[in-house]
């Protein structure tokens, strides 16, 4: 199987056979396939982008399978990978099948990614009703991947009934995950003082569950203080039409004692319930896919623009000015960047 699968993205078949035989691996459930098309979906090389598309497109016709995708955000060292390697070790138990996407950044300098996230979820990634999936960022803002999308819906086409999305931790810029999770968590630490300055209301105006960690020992005090904070935070902040009464919620809890994970469990299963039950489930997923729409958008603009090498070359030009002593609030430098906007309205208008 690994040969063939190998053969699925070198080229040894045509993209139609590539993509169908692909599409039916993974609808099948087999953990190779998944992976080698995560792989395919992230690569920026043109003759997988097309390979890509045929095997989603392959896979949209193929029948909806949906998962609850449960996005997990918050500051490095709120314990997320602790979380989730219990949580999801729990969810597996019970019975149900778990994927991760545990976004990593990467470097600006080399582009690599250490990928660690198997490491600190070595329980849950030794249960084979999970799979573990560590991907770069690639410099992506937002705590996320720039297929992160693409990648949920491959698990849940691979079956998986849970999808958690592990963001990288980098702080305000986390909530593009809410972009495409049905449930937005934040994790909070205790203990580092003046809780609310840490996680401004940008992003807690977004989550469904605040959740804080670490209520055990010496901190536990301090986790049940800074819950409070986030409790009189929250009820300054309008109610949402798809949250029913009571929600957000503030929960304690210890994921390392895996205290508190049950409650956790049940309050969004409690809000999956809710939401599914009336229209709310459905129009999240249609905004969703409006808000996919519009990243992809943009990222098509970014890389017409890029290829066409404009960028470049009014760079090097507005460089020379700098170099000739012109300030960056200069007329020259001004004037040089309205000229590039309009420069590439009519290149993206010319390529229509």
């Not at 778990?98 to 249960?127: E, F, H, N, Q, Y």
């Not at 937002?142 to 849940?156: D, I, K, Q, Y």
Request: net charge negative; hydrophobic share 40%; aromatic share 4%.
């Amino acid at each position: 199987m690994e040969v063939e699968i190998t053969g699925m993205i070198t080229g040894r078949k045509t993209a139609r056979d590539d993509s169908v035989s692909m599409a039916a691996e993974i609808r099948s459930g087999n953990r190779r396939a998944l992976s080698a098309a995560i792989t395919l979906v992230e690569s920026t090389r043109s003759e997988d982008r097309e390979l890509a598309a045929g095997l989603m497109d392959q896979l949209s016709r193929a029948g909806r399978r949906e998962a609850v995708r449960i996005a997990v955000s918050g500051t490095p060292g709120a314990g997320k990978s602790t979380l989730i390697d219990a949580a999801g070790s729990m969810l597996v138990k019970q019975g149900c099948s778990v994927a991760v996407l545990a976004v990593d950044p990467t470097s600006v300098r080399t582009g690599g990614s250490i990928l660690g996230d198997k490491t600190r979820m070595a329980r849950l990634a030794g249960l084979s009703g999970a799979y573990i999936r560590p991907s770069p960022n690639s410099q992506a803002l937002g705590g996320v991947s720039s297929r992160s999308t693409e990648a949920v819906f491959l698990c849940e086409q691979a079956g998986f009934d849970h999808v958690l999305i592990e963001t990288t931790g980098v702080g305000q810029s986390e909530t593009d995950a809410s972009r495409f999770s049905d449930i937005f968590m934040l994790l909070a630490a205790p203990g580092g003082g003046d809780e609310l300055q840490g996680i401004k209301r940008g992003i807690i105006e977004l989550a469904d569950l605040i959740v804080v960690n670490k209520a055990d020992g010496e901190l536990k005090n301090a986790a049940l203080a800074a819950a409070s904070e986030y409790r009189s935070a929250i009820h300054l902040l309008p109610a949402s039409p798809a949250n029913p009464p009571g929600f957000p919620k503030v929960l304690v809890l210890s994921a390392s004692e895996e205290t508190g994970l049950d409650a956790m469990l049940a309050e969004i299963s409690q809000l999956v319930d809710w939401r599914k039950s009336g229209s709310h489930w459905r129009e999240g997923r249609r905004i969703q896919e409006a808000r996919w729409l519009e990243s992809r958008l943009g990222q098509t603009i970014h890389s017409t623009v890029e290829q066409s090498g404009l960028v470049e070359r009014y760079c090097r030009r507005l460089e020379g000015e700098l170099d000739a002593g012109h300030s960056v609030y200069s007329p020259e430098i001004s004037g040089g960047l309205a000229r590039l906007s309009a420069e590439i309205a009519r290149h993206l208008e010319g390529g229509e």
